[in-house]
């Protein structure tokens, strides 16, 4: 019983990651298409203003400032963060040359937003289903679904810490977010670049034993 209230909550977790999917492909793709033309420059934090609150959080919705030929305009993330970077930060920023005021955050719109949540939705679950499967003893102990599981895992990892840099900093360039944070909030970005780094580990630990393991292998 217990088995198949998992199997349950597991498939609706799948159903919910394929349906975050497609409005984050649909919205990023309508975004690409509207703004093929548009043309990249710096934006710098200037401001936060409140995008909700209860009594356990409040977050906030960034505001950018960037310039198209000396004049000032300002763009501001599409969903609120509980994190807010220190001043003066940079984010990459696509404007329309013909109407400067229409602009876009890197990372700073819902689609992404989509997209990460999704994946979390549906990979977790595929992971918790494959080891599931595994631990079932229908598969050999040395077969490539156990590498499989194992790989599974560290690209849900990598995935998860990638796409939460990327919602944070509108970049993947670790640099660029190092700087973009105050000493104090520093810290939150570790989890995950360690989340990457683990990620990356597990695949290549995983496919080095399974390498080992092949039958064959050891007398090639």
Partial sequence: M??????LLLSVSIVCGI?????GIRDTSRQNELHRDFEETLGFL??????????????????????????EYTVS??????????QGSQR???YNPSRPEEAVLAG???GELFLFMGGLFLGVPLV????????????????????ALDIGVGVVLMGAGAGALYI?????????IWETFAPPRVFLLLIPALMILAGAFQMVKSIFLWAKRVPGKRNT
């Fill in 2 to 7: 217990k088995t198949k209230i998992s199997i």
């Fill in 19 to 23: 349906i975050l999917l497609f409005f």
């Fill in 46 to 71: 200037s401001g936060s203003r409140v995008y909700s609150s209860d009594a356990e959080k409040t977050t906030y919705t960034l505001i950018y400032s960037y310039q198209v030929d000396g004049r």
């Fill in 77 to 86: 993330t599409e969903y609120g963060t509980g994190t807010v970077p220190k």
């Fill in 92 to 94: 990459t920023v696509w």
């Fill in 108 to 110: 700073g719109g819902t």
């Fill in 128 to 147: 918790i289903l494959l080891g599931i499967l595994v631990a079932s003893g229908r598969f050999a102990e040395n077969g490539f679904l156990h590498c």
């Fill in 168 to 176: 944070i900093g509108g970049t993947l360039d670790l640099g660029k």
